[in-house]
Structure formats: C-alpha cells, structure tokens
C-alpha cells in the first residue's frame, strides 16, 4: 500500500494540487511504516505492542479520511489501507510476523521473471492451472531439495 501511494507521487498527469496530496499521504505512511519498524525491532511485548498497534491504526484511520483534493488514485489506495486494517499491524500483535513480505518477494521472484519472460498465460483459467502447479512444484522445493523430483514424481502417480 504504502509503494501504491509511493507511485503516485511520480504519476505526471496529476495537477499541482493532487499531486501535493498524493505525497503528503506518501509522507504520513512512510513515517508510520518506520514507527512500525522501531516497534517490531524493540523487545516483544504483547501489551506493548498491541497499545503501539492500536495508536498506529488511529493515525491510519486518520489519514484515510476522504478529502475532495484527493486523486481518484489515491482514493483507491485510502479504501484499500480501510479494508485491510485488521490486517496493517499484524506484524506488532504476533511475535513472529516480519513487517514486510521481503521475504515472499523474493521466493517469488523466479515466478514472476518465467511470467514476464513467457508473456504470462491466455486465459483465467491457465492462469489459476499455472499457479497452483508452481505453488505445489515451489513448496515441494523448499521443503526438501534433495528430493525434489522423487516427490513430485511421487504426487504425480498419486494425482
């Protein structure tokens, strides 16, 4: 959410004014994506952490107000931080949740070069065939190397 409204601080078609607006919005959830950083770097402490949560979804629920200068964008971005703030600061009321997907980024990085290389799939349909093949072919990888090919042979004669 916070790259969407980053990307919209560089979109040339919008005004002075709209424009202003997109980066302000930029600024506040790059300062409260950093608080969230210091918090989940500090020792964990449930109480804590779930008081520094609450203060961080007050300032969202803040700064998703509405306003008639916003681009139609950045409207979009605003509902979308809305709709999922059950889910914004997960990474503060559980231990062992990053507070980024780094992480998943890069295990998919792979997918996402094939996709682009290969011009993607035809159809909704190839698309949904191709992702559950790689997610099965990518967790059958991770969870043991060494016997890759054994085990999807093995998932293939059970299929």
């Known amino acids: 959410l916070a790259r969407n409204a980053r990307d919209l601080t560089k979109l040339q078609c919008l005004g002075d004014t709209k424009q202003a607006q997109a980066q302000a919005c930029y600024r506040s959830l790059s300062g409260i994506y950093a608080l969230v950083r210091r918090y989940w770097a500090e020792p964990y402490d449930q109480i804590t952490r779930t008081q520094q949560a609450a203060a961080l979804l007050s300032g969202v629920a803040g ?55 290969s011009f993607g799939v035809k159809t909704k349909k190839g698309a949904r065939v191709m992702s559950v093949m790689e997610s099965i072919a990518w967790s059958l990888w991770y969870q043991d190397r060494e016997q890759f090919f054994p085990n999807l042979r093995e998932l293939l004669r059970v299929a």
């Open 63 to 117: 700064l998703c107000q509405p306003d008639s200068k916003d681009p139609k964008q950045l409207q979009t971005v605003k509902q979308g931080i809305l709709e999922y703030q059950d889910c914004l600061f997960v990474c503060l009321t559980e231990p062992c949740v990053p507070p980024d997907n780094n992480k998943a980024e890069r295990l998919i990085r792979q997918l996402v070069m094939k996709r682009k290389r």
